[in-house]
T-cell receptor, first 111, second 114 residues
């Protein structure tokens, strides 16, 4: 099975940098995804990591350490519109594209 | 390109009634997933299909839930009879069968069982 842990809530200031951590314990691993979900909307894909290291995509970056079962999502130059829930999801080690999602980190960006 | 399309967007019905949720995946996607999201339990996978065949239904709560995928462009999730604890947002998602390809989610069906 999969066990995924994320902080429940975080608060940050507009213009700042925030790091959202995710730790996982899995029976198999074939990649880690980050999704953003605004209130009342569907999750939308942000990033994917399968090898160790940092993947950068504009203001968002995601890091993975497979040996530590650890990932983080880094958001730079925070904007009010970044207030949302951020979901970490691990892809199953078996065949297929099955994901197990964490419960999400609710980020609030304040002035 | 059209995304994943779900219907209805909202459903309010009385306990004991049959509920049918519908999903049209993105054309060309091999996988289709049904999820349920609640405040208490987060996003839970109910069942998923590969090339219209159910692969893993271990997340289906009980026999009151059933899902079908008669063809590559349509799937249904049915609850019969419905109960108040089934109230949740139900998402459908689809993806390609390639490493690293993300799942794309529909807008969800907000289901309230009174």
């Amino acid at each position: 099975g999969q066990n995924i842990d994320q902080p429940t809530e975080m608060t940050a200031t507009e213009g700042a940098i925030v790091q959202i951590n995710c730790t996982y314990q899995t029976s198999g691993f074939n990649g880690l995804f980050w999704y953003q979900q605004h209130a009342g909307e569907a999750p939308t894909f942000l990033s994917y990591n399968v090898l160790d290291g940092l993947e950068e995509k504009g203001r968002f970056s995601s890091f993975l350490s497979r040996s530590k079962g650890y990932s983080y999502l880094l958001l730079k130059e925070l904007q009010m519109k970044d207030s949302a829930s951020y979901l970490c999801a691990v892809r199953d080690g078996g065949g297929g594209n099955k994901l197990t999602f964490g419960t999400g980190t609710q980020l609030k960006v304040e002035l | 390109d059209a995304g994943v399309i779900q219907s209805p967007r909202h459903e309010v019905t009385e306990m004991g009634q049959e509920v049918t949720l519908r999903c049209k995946p993105i054309s060309g996607h091999d996988y289709l997933f049904w999820y349920r999201q609640t405040m208490m339990r987060g996003l839970e996978l109910l069942i998923y299909f590969n090339n219209n065949v159910p692969i893993d239904d271990s997340g289906m709560p009980e026999d009151r839930f059933s899902a079908k995928m008669p063809n590559a462009s349509f799937s249904t999730l049915k609850i019969q009879p419905s109960e108040p604890r089934d109230s949740a947002v139900y998402f459908c998602a689809s993806s390609h069968d390639r490493v690293g390809k993300p799942q794309h989610f529909g807008d969800g069906t907000r289901l309230s069982i009174l």
